[in-house]
């Protein structure tokens, strides 16, 4: 037999009451459970809905449906880690090395041209613009923060804290004249820190994307069974 809509909405309410807030993962266990479900009542004509239902969630056993929220987390992570870091190596590659080298060597240049106090302002204006940039994306993409797969995207975003720190820490530290292949040694680690930032930040932001783009699949798909 096949499940009416009432009958989905019905399951999906079960699962909500179990605890489980994100609608992606709501929608996997229903596959599960609605396909369960019609397997029982189709084997046991005299099985009634709310039975089948109850059934279904004790073959989970102790666990009950959390098992498949764990394969779905555990999903998502490796899937969303695998495109950062591909996007992140990338830039390494033949294709954008040449840009890479170029925006360390500006920054390099930059803290020769002008003092450490004005380095640190010109440093300090554009880590507040990330941070801007950071809230008005949370902001505009709120309706996601309902979805694993969102949250799951956007969780390398959460890491560009601890860099800006270290990154701060480095530009304060008093500047030294010891040299590494004629380079200020200082002025050297800001500049990969700045540019590993940077390329960090980027491949971040492309990866929170994919999650959207994913998360608004799945909202449409949504729409059907509610």
């Given at each position: 037999?096949?499940?009416?809509?009432?009958?989905?909405?019905?399951?999906?309410?079960?699962?909500?009451?179990?605890?489980?807030?994100?609608?992606?993962?709501?929608?996997?266990?229903?596959?599960?459970?609605?396909?369960?479900?019609?397997?029982?009542?189709?084997?046991?004509?005299?099985?009634?809905?709310?039975?089948?239902?109850?059934?279904?969630?004790?073959?989970?056993?102790?666990?009950?449906?959390?098992?498949?929220?764990?394969?779905?987390?555990?999903?998502?992570?490796?899937?969303?880690?695998?495109?950062?870091?591909?996007?992140?190596?990338?830039?390494?590659?033949?294709?954008?090395?040449?840009?890479?080298?170029?925006?360390?060597?500006?920054?390099?240049?930059?803290?020769e041209i002008v003092n450490n106090d004005d380095f640190y302002t010109i440093y300090l204006v554009g880590m507040f613009g990330v941070v801007g940039l950071l809230l008005l994306y949370?902001?505009?993409?709120?309706?996601?923060?309902?979805?694993?797969?969102y949250k799951s995207s956007v969780s390398f975003l959460m890491f560009l804290g601890p860099f800006l720190v270290i990154t701060n820490m480095a530009i304060n530290k008093s500047v030294?004249?010891?040299?590494?292949?004629?380079?200020?040694?200082?002025?050297?680690?800001?500049?990969?820190?700045?540019?590993?930032?940077?390329?960090?930040?980027?491949?971040?932001?492309?990866?929170?994307?994919?999650?959207?783009?994913?998360?608004?699949?799945?909202?449409?798909?949504?729409?059907?069974?509610?």
């Amino acid at each position: 037999m096949n499940l009416i809509k009432e009958q989905l909405e019905q399951i999906r309410s079960f699962i909500q009451q179990k605890g489980f807030k994100y609608i992606d993962v709501q929608m996997e266990i229903l596959d599960h459970v609605a396909s369960s479900v019609e397997e029982k009542m189709d084997a046991d004509q005299n099985l009634n809905f709310e039975d089948a239902i109850t059934e279904t969630h004790e073959a989970f056993g102790t666990d009950g449906f959390a098992v498949i929220q764990k394969s779905v987390v555990d999903g998502l992570k490796k899937k969303y880690s695998k495109f950062f870091w591909q996007n992140f190596r990338n830039y390494f590659g033949y294709k954008y090395i040449i840009l890479v080298l170029f925006l360390g060597f500006i920054v390099y240049k930059l803290q020769e041209i002008v003092n450490n106090d004005d380095f640190y302002t010109i440093y300090l204006v554009g880590m507040f613009g990330v941070v801007g940039l950071l809230l008005l994306y949370n902001l505009k993409d709120s309706i996601y923060k309902k979805y694993m797969s969102y949250k799951s995207s956007v969780s390398f975003l959460m890491f560009l804290g601890p860099f800006l720190v270290i990154t701060n820490m480095a530009i304060n530290k008093s500047v030294t004249a010891v040299k590494i292949f004629s380079l200020n040694r200082s002025f050297l680690i800001v500049s990969v820190l700045i540019t590993l930032f940077v390329i960090y930040f980027i491949a971040a932001l492309k990866t929170a994307k994919v999650g959207m783009r994913e998360s608004k699949h799945i909202m449409d798909k949504y729409k059907l069974v509610v």
